[in-house]
């Protein structure tokens, strides 16, 4: 299911709202969030903008303040897919697997209908020497658009 915005108080039964923020970033979740709190301790602050498209609204507020911080946070611009998958490209390319993988898991998330991070995860596995799983993503890709074509290489032939 995906939200336009994630409104949440920094205490949560079991769990803080820097940790859920962490949570989502790791499954890639990049919807916005705010974080409403009376707590304004600067380490607590500095710990939630390390994260991206995050703000926070201190306790008590206004109406006009949270519809501020709301309008704010949805109307921001996403990170484009075409960045990301520039960026995933430029990464495999380099060899830091790792980061084109969080880049293309992001593009899923984006895409989810794309046929391109199905590919980009196709050269990724590749890569990585885990060619069932990468054959996999490649039919993913394949089923998505018909007209995909891959590079004959030494691994494809």
Do not use: C
Request: hydrophobic share 40%; glycine share 2%.
């Amino acid at each position: 299911m995906n939200y336009d915005l994630i409104i949440s108080d920094l205490k949560l039964p079991g769990e803080s709202g820097i940790e859920l923020v962490k949570e989502l970033r790791e499954k890639a979740i990049d919807t916005p969030i705010l974080i409403v709190s009376a707590y304004t301790k600067p380490e607590i602050l500095s710990e939630l903008f390390k994260f991206e498209r995050v703000d926070f609204l201190s306790k008590p507020f206004t109406k006009e303040e949270l519809l501020s911080k709301v309008k704010e946070l949805i109307d921001e611009p996403k990170e484009s897919f075409d960045r990301a998958l520039r960026m995933a490209n430029e990464f495999l390319n380099s060899g830091d697997l790792n980061k084109a993988e969080k880049l293309i898991k992001k593009m899923f998330s984006l895409s989810p209908s794309s046929p391109i991070p199905h590919y980009l995860m196709y050269e990724l596995l590749k890569k990585r020497g885990n060619l069932e799983l990468a054959n996999k993503h490649l039919n993913a890709a394949k089923s998505l658009d018909e007209n995909i074509e891959v590079k004959k290489d030494a691994e494809n032939k």
